[in-house]
């Protein structure tokens, strides 16, 4: 994957479980969406964030989870955006 635009973000170490999961991923090879770095630099701007991802991908809907995954999978190809 290309660096981010803004490398401090990247570069930041960070803490907390989405700095975990970061190092996870770097160590087993796996390319890190770079929205993650986003939230684990500044995890007090971007909690609300994910809640809120959580809340639209597995609350309340007409639709079944998996069927919102693939509606965000297909999204995401189309985008050329690692799901």
Do not use: W
């Not at 907390?16 to 929205?35: D, K, L, S, W």
């Not at 609300?48 to 995954?69: C, D, I, K």
């Amino acid at each position: 994957m290309k660096p981010m635009y803004l490398q401090d973000v990247e570069a930041h170490k960070g803490a907390g479980p989405r700095a975990e999961t970061i190092e996870r991923m770097r160590a087993a090879g796996v390319p890190v969406p770079q929205i993650m770095h986003l939230f684990a630099y500044k995890p007090e701007r971007t909690d609300h964030l994910a809640a809120f991802t959580q809340g639209v991908m597995r609350g309340p809907s007409p639709l079944s989870a998996g069927q919102r995954e693939l509606i965000a999978a297909l999204t995401s190809t189309l985008n050329k955006c690692l799901f």
